[in-house]
């Protein structure tokens, strides 16, 4: 047995994205088939349509998404049909080296659904990041549905599905930012602006926002940044250190994921300090530096998968600072648009005119 949904599939790379027709399975063992309600446009659905991820086309696109559980496969006992999940890429696995170390939010062997989406011709879909939730449902392992408070609305929780989570966790779980640490953001869209969200949540005394779009400084201050610098105009390097008394900051979280902005974020930080990477490179991309700099400057450099999140822990509570008023992730996003206008997201994603646009089902 299985259904037909519209779905927006990337057919092969820089060709536009078009909706189609896609069979989705029923579950098997250790599978959900979920009703999405809402998922967001992330720059990562763009780098897929690109072939910046891999030529594994065609791409059954989107993966930050919030919807309800319509039928589970016969084993699952952690979800049942009728909650509100978030879905999540990061399905623990519980075996590998990391999980058996106590560390699962670096879990080596996360898992995604067994069975293929289809086009109705038969060609197997790779949904985006193991989700494809630009669906009106999808099928994903049982472990990439989190449960949370269905209190919230699908736009907003979708939204820790991926961007959001990736940057509020580069903060708070990757640079471990801390109370009184200055922190600077490369890169203020919906990922840079939601590390902005979480160093403020972690305490830091200062939070300089670096964009080179003076609207993105804009509502990166309504974030919580307390300095903008448009790197347009100004080396940011000069004054990110001029703003944090002639060192630079504690830690710099890069957003963009370019070696230029890399290497920004690596001259912007304090001796001992901490540059984490968020921001996606692609397969061309290379970075030089001077050993003896990477060496006599300290610290550590760090990467962020998702966030180093663990769904299971993090997006709860999330949401719970969400209802509380602690954070705001109603601001991110910025429009709600339908199944056939994603195309035109990411366009205006290119033009830098939105943080999110969130298609609703
Ligand atoms: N590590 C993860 O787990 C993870 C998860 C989600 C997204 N990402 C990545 O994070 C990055 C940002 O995603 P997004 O959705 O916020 O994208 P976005 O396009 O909304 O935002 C990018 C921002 O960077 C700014 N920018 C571009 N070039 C710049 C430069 N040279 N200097 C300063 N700012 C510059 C743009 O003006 C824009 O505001 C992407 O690379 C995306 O793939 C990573
Ligand atoms: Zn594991
Ligand atoms: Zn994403």
């Not at 039928?71 to 509100?84: E, L, W």
């Not at 989190?146 to 708070?172: E, F, Q, R, Y």
């Not at 719970?320 to 991110?332: E, P």
Request: net charge negative; with cysteine.
């Amino acid at each position: 047995m299985s259904q037909q949904v519209q779905g927006v599939i990337a057919p092969g790379k820089n060709e536009p994205v078009r909706v189609e027709t896609i069979i989705v399975p029923d579950p098997g063992p250790g599978e959900a088939v979920v009703k999405v309600q809402a998922c967001g446009v992330c720059h990562t659905d763009l780098h897929y349509k690109q072939g910046g991820i891999n030529d594994d086309f065609p791409f059954l696109l989107g993966h930050e998404a919030a919807g309800v559980v319509e039928s589970v496969g016969p084993d699952v006992t952690d979800v049942a049909p009728g909650d509100f999940v978030i879905l999540n890429w990061r399905a623990v696995c519980g075996n590998c080296r990391a999980c058996l170390r106590g560390r699962p939010w670096y879990c080596f062997n996360t898992h995604n659904a067994r069975q293929k989406m289809t086009l109705l011709d038969g060609t197997e879909l790779s949904p985006a990041l193991g989700i494809g939730a630009f669906a009106e449902k999808t099928l994903v392992a049982a472990g990439q549905c989190t449960k949370v408070d269905p209190a919230v609305s699908a736009s907003v929780a979708g939204l820790l599905g991926c961007g959001v989570m990736a940057g509020i966790g580069a903060a708070i779980n990757t640079g471990e930012v801390g109370r009184g640490d200055t922190v600077a953001v490369i890169g203020c869209g919906g990922v840079g602006d939601a590390s902005i969200v979480g160093a403020r949540l972690a305490g830091a005394a200062r939070i300089i926002a670096v964009d080179i779009d003076d609207r993105k400084l804009e509502t990166a201050k309504t974030m919580g940044a307390t300095h903008t610098v448009n790197s347009r105009s100004t080396d940011p390097v000069e004054a990110i250190r001029e703003l944090t008394g002639g060192f630079g900051a504690d830690v710099v979280i890069e957003a963009v994921g370019h070696p230029e902005t890399y290497r920004q974020a690596f001259y912007a930080r304090d001796l001992a300090g901490t540059v984490v990477l968020v921001g996606v490179p692609t397969p061309e991309m290379k970075l030089e530096l001077p050993l003896l700099d990477v060496f006599g400057r300290g610290g550590s450099l760090k990467s962020s998968w998702y966030g180093d999140c663990l769904p299971s822990r993090d997006f709860p509570m999330l949401i719970d600072l969400h209802q509380q008023g602690r954070i705001d992730l109603g601001a991110f996003v910025t429009e709600t648009i339908g199944l056939g206008d994603v195309e035109q997201a990411f366009a205006r994603m290119h033009e830098g005119d939105v943080l999110r646009s969130v298609v609703r089902f």
